[in-house]
């Protein structure tokens, strides 16, 4: 993925030193020549979530779901989006901890956690190339709330017949009941402020309607208003305000222009 990203990050740098009406006959001096589009507002519908979990090898994947409106003023778009952004997995665990062992069982804990996330973005974009194919780079300002859950429960394998492990939900040890039984949980709340990075590809199908494939890098930073805890095992280290960063959002936008 990094590579991915600085590839794509230096063909656009080298896109953008060049005259960025080259694909025209006539060459032109200024980007203030670029008209104003016939259709010069955009709406669409971000894709990329139908094909989560099959473009990706991975077993826990970004999942972003979102619309997004663009208006054109020649080589520039100014854009408004509305996102929810959580993790998709191929498991029902993140990973997991053995926490007792004998010559026939086997007792875990297993960890999992997701996120779910809705923001607002307002932010510009500018173009290059005017063909069948052309190229932007965008930001945009983010704000917006979200939610972080977590929990961890607990499995017990015991040595069947078959000289195998199998799952069991039950025991005649009463610790290990216990621990069946039990579980813990937190769901954390935030306000969500940010910005993003775009460098995007805009494939003109027609005169109506285009596709976008964009990687969308952002930076994000959570203020912590709120919590839910239940922790009985103090599995979970307090924290509240906290950076991120990801890499790894990957839009397909669907447009229709009018």
């Not at 989560?52 to 972003?64: A, C, E, P, Q, R």
């Not at 996330?117 to 069948?132: A, K, P």
């Not at 990801?246 to 669907?254: A, F, I, R, V």
């Amino acid at each position: 993925m990094r590579i991915l990203t600085l590839l794509m990050a230096s063909f656009f740098l080298t896109s953008f030193a060049q005259d960025p009406l080259s694909d025209t006959i006539k060459k032109l001096d200024s980007l203030s020549t670029i008209k104003k589009e016939q259709n010069p507002n955009y709406f669409g519908f971000n894709i990329t979530s139908l094909m989560s979990g099959i473009i990706t090898t991975t077993n826990d994947y970004n999942v972003k779901v979102g619309a997004v409106y663009k208006h054109n003023f020649g080589y520039k778009n100014i854009r408004f989006g509305m996102n929810y952004l959580t993790e998709g997995s191929n498991s029902f665990y993140d990973y997991y901890i053995p926490l007792n062992t004998s010559d026939t069982s086997i007792l875990y804990r297993y960890f999992e956690s997701n996120y779910h996330h809705y923001d607002f973005r307002i932010g510009f974009e500018e173009l290059r190339g005017y063909s069948n194919t052309r190229v932007h780079v965008g930001a945009d300002l983010i704000i917006g709330t979200g939610r972080q859950d977590s929990r961890y429960f607990h499995r017990l394998f015991v040595l069947d017949s078959t000289n195998k492990y199998a799952l069991t939900s039950s025991s005649n040890d009463q610790t290990t009941s216990q621990f069946l039984r039990s579980e813990g949980n937190r769901s954390s709340s935030y306000l969500i402020t940010g910005i993003d990075v775009s460098f995007g590809f805009d494939w003109v199908l027609n005169e109506d309607f285009l596709l976008t494939f964009q990687i969308t890098p952002q930076f994000n930073y959570y203020i912590f208003r709120s919590e839910n805890l239940f922790d009985p095992y103090q599995e979970y280290i307090q924290f509240g305000d906290y950076a991120d960063f990801k890499l790894g959002y990957m839009d397909l936008n669907l447009i229709y222009k009018f």
